[in-house]
């Protein structure tokens, strides 16, 4: 439990300072769990408790101009980043020795960082996408074409999202859910609000989204005609969603479905066919998490022209491989989503964006490589001798508690011992093999189908990671004592909201 007066030291203000020269790191820094650099004693901590408390703090850490807000735990990504760009950097080395997994995400993130070879090749990689939405004949081709989409692009910006969570009823199923989506902007609210900020914003977003058809070729009349049709289609569907209070309901949140009635509830899509797409076992049950937001999807696919949905395809396919294309698709994402949306005045630099790149797509192989160095085996076998050292202390305790009674003690003790230990990172890696990665082509490493191959079978949680396995997951489940200590009190204020 937090305490109360415990503060976020972050900076408030959105003043930047010039760009530095940065540097791979060799070791994470360690900063003290105390540390009075961050206190401003100048100020009184009866009228400023916060300034008082983090005052040094948020003169000394200004807000990057890569960066849309500030805190400890940004700092401690930043550090993190920059360490993981020298484990990259050195993986990249086209050295015999190097590891399947140094293979994997140096090749990865030598092609990225090839910046004139990914510029030379333009929206050519957009092909292959482009083409097989271009091959569509009917607006019944849609949901065999979404099913093995939705495998490779993660979110749910086409049209709707779907994947698989533990049952709420039954915490040992995992089931299919189908929630909303289909969104370009971040909230159903940018769609429906009229302030005249909101309208701006979706004013913005048209030119924005007419940006992104011009450079995919199309004349500007025709970019923006199209633009308009993916705004209405988005606007229809945010309409019918949930807004976030709504959502804090977990009961509207749960609406259970045979294959049956969901085909009744959107008789217009083949759920047939995208779940054999998306490669999915066998279904009896479905938690379709905003029926009204379906029904509203249904009437856009009854309404809408195949040619308007082509062309909300192939918006949607542009804006989510933009940050594996050419510059000019690069810089036109970052001005409307981070620049204008976000308040960042400045992109981030190469090096760091691929270093999220190769985490996000190869989080997996790339935690190999950081515990390798920051996290060795006999570490995590220490720790986890502790761990059940503090385990049998526990369970000593119990057994000699005079107040409880047996038959309670015998629960007590069944809840300690169905505690598992995840120290560091997974036992089991994810195996990348089968994706071919080449130093001479960056691709985007597309997501595999695990997440769909899990629909209904039991929850195996038991020893899987909540962070996706990446290396900054790694990270703080390795040194999350620490991390706890060198940011004391600077954990819970929100972020900076550079648009007010």
Known sequence: MRHPFLVL????????????????????????????????????????FYRYSCGGWIKNNPIPPDQAAWNVYSKLQEENQRFLWGLLEEAAKPNPKRSAVERETGDFFYACMDESAVNKLGATPLKPGLAKIDGLRTVSDLAGYLGREHLQVSGSGMM?????????????SVIGFATSGGLGLPDRDYYTKTDAKS??????????????????????????????????????????????????????????MTPAQLQALVPGFRWNDYLESAAAPP????????????????????????????????????????????SPFVEANFEFYNKYLRGTTEMAPRWKRCVRLVDRNLGE???????????????????????????????????????????????????????????????????YSSIKIARDDF??????SADGQRVLQPADERHQFSGGGSAA????????????????????????????
């Open 199 to 256: 309208e701006e914003t979706r004013r913005k977003y048209v030119e924005h989204v007419a940006r992104m058809f011009a450079l995919l070729g199309e004349s500007p009349e025709t970019a923006a005609a199209r633009a308009r049709t993916v705004m209405e289609i988005e606007t229809a569907l945010a309409k019918a969603a949930l807004t976030r209070v709504e959502r804090r309901d977990p009961h509207k949140l749960f609406h259970k």
């Open 473 to 500: 997951a790694a990270l703080r489940s390795q040194d999350g004592r620490r991390a706890e200590l060198r940011q004391y009190g600077c954990d819970d204020w929100p972020r900076t909201d550079a648009r007010l």
């Open 283 to 326: 279904a009896s049950i479905f938690n379709v998490t905003e029926p009204e937001f379906f029904k509203a999807l249904d009437g856009q696919l009854k309404s809408r022209s195949l040619d308007d949905w082509k062309a909300y395809l192939r918006w949607h396919l542009a804006h989510s491989e933009a940050p594996y294309l050419s």
């Open 160 to 172: 709707f999202g779907f994947g698989s969570d533990q049952d709420m009823e039954d915490s040992n």
């Open 443 to 448: 691709l985007r490493v597309g997501h595999d």
């Open 365 to 431: 192989a790339l935690g190999q490589v950081f515990v390798q160095k920051a996290f060795p085996p006999e570490m995590k076998q220490r720790t986890l001798t502790m761990t059940k050292e503090i385990e049998a202390a526990m369970e000593s305790e119990i057994r000699q508690l005079p107040w409880m009674t047996e038959p309670t003690k015998a629960r007590a003790l069944e809840k300690l011992h169905t505690v598992v230990n995840k120290i560091g990172y997974p036992d089991k890696w994810r195996d």
């Open 9 to 48: 030291c972050f900076s408030i203000s959105a003043t930047v300072f010039g760009q530095k020269t940065e540097t791979p790191l060799k070791a994470i820094p360690y900063t003290p769990s105390l540390d009075l650099t961050a206190m401003d004693t100048s100020v009184s901590a009866c009228i400023d």
